[in-house]
C-alpha cells in the first residue's frame, strides 16, 4: 500500500479512542514489534505504533499479533492494524484499558 492509499483509506479509518501512550508503554510496543517483525523499529515504526496504541488501546500487540498471522507478512502490518476497527480482532480487550 501506497502513501496515496493509505492516506485515502485514513480518511476512513477508526479514531483514536485511548491516550498517547507513555514511554513505558511505547517500549513495550517497540518490543512486540521487533519481536515479531524480526528487525529494529525506526522512529517512523515507533510513531505509527503509537497511533496504533491510540485506537486498539491495551489489545494492540494481541491485534498485532493476530493480523501478523493472517497476512503471513510484515509488509504494510501497521497501516493495515491502524486502518482496522479493533471489534473486527477476535481478542479484543476492553476491560482495565485507560482512554
Do not use: W
Not at 22 to 44: C, Q
Amino acid at each position: 500500500m501506497g502513501r496515496t492509499e493509505f492516506n485515502r483509506r485514513l480518511q476512513s479509518a477508526p479514531p483514536f479512542r485511548y491516550r498517547p501512550p507513555t514511554d513505558a508503554e511505547l517500549d513495550d510496543l517497540v518490543g512486540a514489534y521487533e519481536a515479531i517483525a524480526g528487525r529494529r523499529a525506526s522512529r517512523a515504526v515507533m510513531n505509527l505504533l503509537a497511533t496504533c496504541r491510540r485506537v486498539h488501546g491495551i489489545a494492540t500487540v494481541r491485534h498485532l499479533h493476530e493480523l501478523h498471522t493472517e497476512l503471513g507478512t510484515t509488509t504494510n502490518l501497521l497501516a493495515e492494524l491502524r486502518l482496522r476497527e479493533p471489534s473486527a480482532f477476535a481478542a479484543s480487550a476492553k476491560e482495565g484499558d485507560l482512554p
